[in-house]
């Protein structure tokens, strides 16, 4: 459906604000969680980089992933796009304050997975042993 019936009444019921809040919570950890958005901010939080950089940097994603994950991470916040007026257009990316706070949470997550790789593919390892 486009966004062109913008006039078209829309019945509003009402929403639990709990629910509402449980749902954002949500989301935004479903976004940050996912396949590609934790290389994107990364190499974001480094300084402006442009698209053709974040394909070659991000091993495995296909452009049109790249874009729509661009355009999510930006529609929340966590990225800046700025559109320099060249011929080609150039289009560069760069995290915002919001993403370099959760940058210092990320920074975390991978310490810890770097400290107990070994213990997790150790458990793996014992886990598919067993009859």
């Given at each position: 459906m486009s966004q062109g019936?913008?006039?078209?009444?829309?019945?509003?019921?009402?929403?639990?604000?709990?629910?509402?809040?449980?749902?954002?919570?949500?989301?935004?950890?479903?976004?940050?969680?996912?396949?590609?958005?934790?290389?994107?901010?990364?190499?974001?939080?480094?300084?402006?980089?442009?698209f053709t950089e974040l394909e070659r940097a991000v091993e495995g994603i296909s452009r049109r992933m790249l874009t729509l994950t661009l355009r999510n991470l930006e529609r929340d916040g966590l990225l800046v796009r700025t559109i320099y007026p060249t011929v080609p257009p150039r289009v560069e990316y760069e995290a915002t304050a919001m993403a370099k706070e959760l940058y210092q949470s990320l920074n975390g997550l991978l310490g810890w997975a770097e400290q107990h790789r070994d213990d997790i593919a150790a458990a793996r390892v014992a886990y598919d042993a067993q009859p």
């Open positions: 019936n913008i006039g078209v009444p829309v019945q509003v019921t009402e929403i639990d604000p709990e629910k509402l809040d449980v749902c954002t919570v949500l989301e935004v950890i479903n976004r940050i969680s996912g396949k590609w958005a934790i290389g994107i901010l990364l190499e974001a939080i480094r300084g402006p980089v442009r």
